[in-house]
């Protein structure tokens, strides 16, 4: 929650949302309920929650939460630490939160499912406190969320589909491809998490729901193309995770997307399989670095933050939509911070 320091109204709000975190998971009881509540109970960002109470204030005009906007809240994280199980165990991450992945403390089989457990509690909040209406937001963001993460695995056990022959990343992919793939991963649930905000003083107007649901949108898509962009780039020290996560995992992203299609040498590829299977973390480090170096030298990078630039600027200006306030206030100072960090 340190990344809501300084907002005590965000704050104040987010604290029933983990009290709410810490009654939900001890449902299934034993062990998979501590290695629920310890991972809901470590240091993260939830930025999700976050943007569900701003959205939420903003509607009711800066007054304390109703209980359902709390649930709500509650519900998106709870979907996104699911898919953050998920994800660890498909990309065989070994740690989540400076902490074990679920899939290292219970094994896969219990992980997986802690993660329906979570998923299957998600919708049952969501109904309880959005009814149908609820429903209906939640359903195609979960869908279209599950997709994404298909897509994101595919190809890596289909030869004809890499330039290397065996398990390797695929480098067909065009820009347009990624960026639908992040708008399911990432911007539809921050879009989500908005809307479902809005939905504090009943129906919202349209009025109020629009820019709030592009402003996630654009924030989520921004959001990802810097996250990746900083899984090449960034010092390990100030992001807390290695670089070369996302090759490893096999997933290729926005940057080496586009110097693929400058790479008249090849040598991308075999850099990107020295990034996933080195024995040693130095040599692991050196080709990360090579491949740093030609990214930079090929403009790959630099197009990159062009484009993250553009979502940043569109997600600005729909918070200029928003009724002024401090609310409004706070939403500028995050988003700058999201859009324009570097770590």
């Not at 695995?153 to 695929?170: A, E, F, Q, T, V």
Request: glycine share 10%; hydrophobic share 40%; with cysteine.
């Amino acid at each position: 929650m340190s990344f809501w320091a300084g907002y005590p109204e965000v704050q104040r709000e987010l604290t029933r949302v983990q009290h709410l975190l810490q009654l939900e998971t001890a449902g299934p009881g034993g062990i998979i309920s501590r290695a629920l509540q310890d991972l809901s109970g470590r240091d993260a960002k939830l930025l999700r929650p976050g943007f569900v109470i701003l959205a939420a204030r903003i509607g009711n005009g800066g007054k304390d939460l109703t209980e359902g906007s709390i649930e709500r809240a509650a519900a998106i994280e709870m979907l996104h630490l699911a898919s953050l199980i998920h994800d660890d165990i498909v990309d065989g991450a070994r740690t989540r939160r400076g902490g074990d992945s679920l899939h290292i403390t219970l094994g896969t089989r219990r992980a997986v499912l802690a993660g329906d457990y979570l998923f299957a509690r998600s919708f049952a909040l969501f109904a309880k406190s959005g009814g149908q209406e609820g429903l209906e937001l939640l359903t195609p963001s979960v869908a279209r969320l599950v997709s994404s993460v298909i897509d994101e695995s595919s190809g890596l056990d289909d030869p004809k589909n890499s330039p290397l022959p065996g398990d390797r990343p695929r480098f067909d992919l065009t820009p347009r491809r990624y960026l639908h793939r992040i708008v399911g991963k990432t911007a539809l649930l921050f879009a989500l998490s908005f809307h479902a905000g809005a939905l504090e003083g009943g129906t919202p107007p349209e009025e109020l729901t629009e820019p709030l649901r592009r402003l996630g949108y654009n924030l989520g898509v921004g959001f990802q193309i810097i996250d990746d962009l900083l899984d090449i780039t960034g010092d390990p020290r100030k992001t807390g995770k290695p670089g070369g996560t996302d090759l490893r995992a096999g997933v290729v992203t926005l940057p080496l997307i586009l110097a693929m299609q400058r790479d008249s040498g090849g040598i991308l590829p075999e850099l990107a399989n020295q990034v996933r299977h080195a024995r040693w973390r130095t040599t692991r480090a050196r080709a990360l670095e090579k491949i740093h170096h030609r990214l930079e030298r090929c403009g790959a990078l630099g197009e990159t933050r062009s484009l993250a630039e553009r979502y940043t600027r569109r997600a600005e200006r729909e918070i200029l939509r928003l009724p002024p306030g401090t609310d409004r206030d706070i939403l500028q100072e995050t988003t700058a911070r999201l859009l324009r960090r570097s770590a």
